[in-house]
Nanobody, 115 residues
Framework: QVQLVESGGGLVQAGGSLRLSCAAS????????MGWYRQAPGEERAYVAL???????NYAIFVKGRFTITRDNAKNTIDLQMNNLKPEDTAVYYC?????????WGQGTQVTVSS
């Protein structure tokens, strides 16, 4: 059973930065594609970024150039560095492990960006 625990959320002013972390346990982390999603109030959960086992990354267009996803296979963690935050980035951010046959999710961490 894979367990994911996010941390690092909080309140920040527009233009500021936050770094989210996700610690994984119980699975083959180094061979698993990992990602971040977010869900704002009243909206569906949306894809933010992913990193595959080779370290290749992909980003949603609305965070490209501002967010950076990284992974540390020695520590079984992924991070999301978020710079130049905007009020529209306010959401609960979730860590995801792309599994076969099922995906795994963390409990989420709140990010609030004030204008």
């Amino acid at each position: 059973q894979v367990q994911l625990v996010e941390s690092g959320g909080g309140l920040v002013q527009a233009g500021g930065s936050l770094r989210l972390s996700c610690a994984a346990s119980g699975g083959m982390f180094s061979s698993t594609t990992m990602g971040w999603y977010r869900q704002a109030p009243g909206e569906e959960r949306a894809y933010v970024a992913l990193v595959n086992p080779r370290g290749e990354t992909n980003y949603a267009i609305f965070v490209k150039g501002r967010f950076t996803i990284t992974r540390d296979n020695a520590k079984n963690t992924i991070d999301l560095q978020m710079n130049n935050l905007k009020p529209e980035d306010t959401a609960v951010y979730y860590c995801k492990a792309f599994g076969v046959p099922v995906d795994y999710w963390g409990q989420g961490t709140q990010v609030t960006v004030s204008s």
